[in-house]
């Protein structure tokens, strides 16, 4: 029997595949964004540095304008999808339904033993990951022309509980437990723990952390469009009766890094995007998002707090899309270069840490960043009014800048205290109800 051990090698998921004679192979598919021709490409290699051509054609041909968040999820897709039809040295073009179904198993990390292959995996995806996933390897299939891949057969693959990959299969089994965590590990940040966060950066931290936990805990931003955020992408403004309005807008440069992406935005690879139509349509190339007014001028008073330091030995300078001279990024660390989201998780670790709110230590299945989404979507959902009713599915949609409800229905996930007073809640009305008062 071959086996197939997984293995983490500084950050690489490397599969170590050893035959029963004893003879050793490794594969590891990686893949390298690059700059060929001006142009952002996406370059496969195998573990003997190999130019893998048809994923790198693909994203680079099929995935030329979409956001950047997307050809990186669909890179990553990719990487499983190649290193797998390395170890069991069948083409993806010659997949069969079995071959489909222990490549959905193996996306799982619950792909076990077989009569010809055990596999021995660390890496665990959720279902989620997993359809997403699928999503772009159903893409690729149509690319390549294989019309008769099973993953265009969405129903043939309904079923699948066992694999048979190279021979009759056993059932896959779980070979990893789930690392230990609390039974309800928090989806959002709630107001109280809001609170709690503000209290520890008003006594320990700057203006810096208290401005980028009230841009995505209040206003629902992202990371990466924080983190993207620059000088010019501060607007002050008023409406049609003089009353000044206060925003931050959204977009992507080609000056960004990976980290300081606006994920549902046009990407952008040339300076000359910014000249296009579709760059300054709302939704399409940017947003504006509004602001408190007190929000606002904490943000101000930051920006200018860094660029009216002289002495400083700032590195942050931004592509300009309104020709301005100087723009630069808002978020800075300690050198004068621009934050990165690597520096702000450690960051945000220990001050929700001192705190005292759960950051799911061990296992790190939630992101810590968009717990504040989370919140705001919360928020919008169980407290927001407007004319003294609750918003509506719409206005929460709208607020939250996504572009179907679907998308909003996924960050509306109550705790069990929260199921527990609702259940409650119904209870308590039941009773009133029929007995005619509550508690009876």
């Known amino acids: 029997m071959t086996t197939i051990t997984e293995q983490l090698d500084c950050k690489k998921l490397v599969y170590v595949v050893k035959q029963e004679d004893g003879d050793e192979r490794v594969v590891c598919t990686t893949c390298s964004r690059q700059k060929v021709n001006g142009l952002d490409t996406f370059v496969f290699r195998s573990a003997t540095m190999a130019i893998l051509m048809d994923p790198s054609c693909f994203i680079t041909d099929d995935l030329r304008y979409e956001a950047r968040n997307t050809a990186s999820q669909a890179a990553s897709a990719l ?40 596999f021995e995996l660390i890496t665990q995806r959720s279902e989620g990951t997993v359809g ?13 022309g294989v019309s ?18 190279g021979g009759r299969g056993t059932e896959a089994h779980r070979l990893k437990a789930d690392t230990k965590t609390p039974a309800d590990a928090p989806r959002y940040i709630s107001t109280d723990e809001y609170l709690r966060i503000l209290k520890v950066i008003e006594g320990s931290w700057s203006i810096e952390e208290r401005c980028i936990v009230r841009l995505m805990f209040e206003h629902g931003l992202r990371i990466g469009e924080v983190l993207g955020l620059t000088t010019e992408d501060l607007e002050w403004s008023s409406d049609p009766d003089g009353i000044p309005q206060y925003a931050v807008i959204l977009r992507n440069r080609a000056s960004d890094k990976d980290f300081q992406h606006a994920k549902t935005l046009m990407s ?10 579709e760059y300054g349509k709302r939704n399409v190339g940017m947003q504006r998002v509004f602001l408190s007014e007190d929000l606002f001028f904490q943000l101000s008073e930051y920006a200018e707090g860094f660029l009216g330091n002289e002495s400083a030995d700032y590195d942050c300078t931004a592509d300009s899309v309104v020709g301005g001279e100087d723009n630069r990024y808002l978020f800075v660390n300690t050198k004068g270069r621009p934050l ?60 939250m800048r996504h572009r179907s409800i679907l998308s909003t229905d996924a960050y509306l996930r109550p705790t069990q205290e929260d199921i527990s007073r609702l259940q409650g809640e119904i209870v308590e009305a039941w009773k009133e109800e029929l007995y005619g008062h509550p508690g009876a």
């Open 79 to 118: 990487k499983t999808l190649e290193s797998f039809c390395e170890i069991i040295e069948t083409p993806f073009e010659a997949f069969g339904i079995d071959h489909a179904r222990a490549y959905l198993q193996f996306l799982r990390g619950t792909l076990g033993g077989g009569v010809v292959y055990r």
């Open 132 to 144: 997403a996933y699928l999503k772009h390897i159903r893409r690729y299939a149509r690319w390549l």
């Open 148 to 165: 008769n891949s099973p993953f265009l057969q969405s129903k043939r693959l309904m079923s699948f509980g066992k694999s048979r990959v």
């Open 268 to 277: 952008v690879t040339d300076k000359r995007q910014y000249r296009s139509t």
């Open 340 to 399: 990165s989201s690597n520096l702000w998780n450690k960051r945000l670790r220990r001050i929700m840490e001192d705190a005292g709110v759960s950051v799911d230590k061990e296992s790190r299945k939630t992101n810590l960043n968009h717990r504040f989404r989370h919140g705001y979507a919360m928020f919008l959902t169980k407290t927001a009014r407007t004319n003294g009713k609750p918003l509506d599915a719409f206005a929460v949609m709208t607020l």
